[in-house]
């Protein structure tokens, strides 16, 4: 079985600082791990994915998230918050070759952006 | 540019009403989902189909149902619609192939009075 954490139900960060949103998974067999954005009143858009190769990945809007195994987390990070990025973001992982298809996704993270 | 679309943004019914909320997707996928979602609680799980006429228990299941008479159609059904199932109703699908990414429509709110 899968689950995930996303550490902290809020986040909040100035206008230009860092981002940072922590996730973190457990898992018995390589996983597929991705981010998804909501912003108010809307349905959940792909931020970015991991699957294989490279560990770490780039998405849209300027974000990134790295894979690490050995802390079996998926982070996500921006160097410069934009007011913009104010949303929900949810971690979600599948597990891989586990015969299923449906992730288990975090509770959710709140990112508020003080101007 | 793919879509998945929900035929209300906003719904407000009555305690007893028949409630039914459909979701359409135009990807050819083979999986869709139900998920409400509440506040602090994320996303949960109502129901999944991975084929037409196919239909799985999700993790809430109680007091819903589904219905996929078509590939690309996935049917929530709320038999009398109580207070509590006042929500986010999220709809998504997904390929049964490849990694699974799921595409979510816009969602609908509903309010049980």
């Known amino acids: 079985a899968q689950s995930v954490t996303q550490l902290g139900s809020h986040v909040s960060v100035s206008e230009g600082a860092l981002v940072l949103l922590r996730c973190n998974y457990s898992?018995?067999?390589?996983?597929?791990l991705f981010w998804y954005v909501q912003y108010p009143n809307q349905g959940l858009q792909l931020l970015l994915k991991y699957t294989t190769g490279a560990t770490l990945v780039k998405g849209i809007n300027g974000f990134e998230a790295e894979f690490k195994k050995s802390e079996t987390s998926f982070h996500l990070t921006k160097p410069s918050a934009h007011m913009s990025d104010a949303a929900e973001y949810f971690c979600?992982?599948?597990?891989?070759?586990?015969?299923?298809?449906?992730?288990?996704f975090g509770r959710g993270t709140s990112l508020i952006v003080h101007p | 540019d793919v879509k998945v679309t929900q035929s209300s943004r906003y719904l407000v019914k009555r305690t007893g009403e028949k409630v039914f909320l459909e979701c359409v997707q135009d990807m050819d996928h083979e999986n869709m989902f139900w998920y409400r979602q509440d506040p602090g609680l994320g996303l949960r799980l109502i129901y999944f189909s991975y084929d037409v006429k196919m239909k799985e228990k999700g993790d809430i299941p109680e007091g819903y149902s589904v219905s996929r008479e078509k590939k690309e159609r996935f049917s929530l059904i709320l038999e009398s619609a109580s207070t509590n199932q006042t929500s986010m109703y999220l709809c998504?699908?997904?390929?049964?192939?490849?990694?699974?990414?799921?595409?979510f429509g816009p969602g609908t709110r509903l309010t049980v009075l």
């Open positions: 898992s018995s067999v390589p996983p597929y």
């Open positions: 998504a699908s997904s390929a049964l192939q490849g990694d699974n990414e799921q595409f």
């Open positions: 979600a992982v599948i597990l891989v070759g586990g015969g299923s298809y449906i992730p288990t």
